[in-house]
């Protein structure tokens, strides 16, 4: 596949996003880079929705960069919470970030909820340069629900109380190869690359 690019900046710190997004590009003919490498600042998330988020810090790391950047806004969506903790899903404890205190956090808030449903959503942004009039948008999710307890020592976030609605494990226990199959971030990877054979 000849994309129009073939150096790509990932606009995230988080390592196990890094790790995924990664993976998933690997077909490609790309050269993947962190925007560690660059020493870019971590971008405002000042907006409510995933898609503004998404799209600041995409057109953030590819202005410090001046390469093309990919960027992705995600977190869980619980039903009895009203969406919560939705684009607070990483901070939704407080600073520092830490998974452990916002699984705890979301465990009490469930304590007495009848309605354990939950989904994971991913938007992916790809813009060319900073001002790019058209990004790329593609979107995911991932159906499950919040289990009492923790299960599984993998993944990161809440995926060890997040229950996959099809194969009955937890984030925590499915294989890095499945879990990036079935996962919101999968999906909408797998329609970004897609958008991107158009491209060519």
Known sequence: MALPFDRLVIAT?????????????????????????????????????FIENALAKARHASMHTGLAALADDS????????GAPGVL???YAGEPRSDARNNDKLLAAMADQENRHAHYYCVMVLVRHPEDPQPLIAEGI?????????????????????????TDKTG???????????SH????????????????
């Not at 971030?185 to 491209?199: C, D, F, I, T, V």
């Open 13 to 49: 710190g988080n390592a196990g996003k890094l790790r995924e997004i990664r993976q998933l590009l690997s077909p490609l003919a790309l050269e993947v880079l962190p925007q560690s490498d660059f020493a870019v600042p971590e971008a405002e998330e000042p907006h409510c929705t």
């Open 75 to 82: 977190g869980i969506c619980v039903d009895a919470l009203q």
């Open 89 to 91: 899903s990483a901070r």
């Open 142 to 166: 991932w159906q499950g629900e919040i289990l009492d307890t923790p299960r599984g020592d993998g993944g990161f976030g809440y995926d060890p109380i997040f229950l996959d609605a099809k």
């Open 172 to 182: 925590a226990e499915l294989p890095l190869e499945i879990k990036n199959r079935i």
């Open 185 to 200: 971030r999968g999906q909408a990877l797998s329609k970004l690359l897609h958008m991107l054979e158009r491209l060519q």
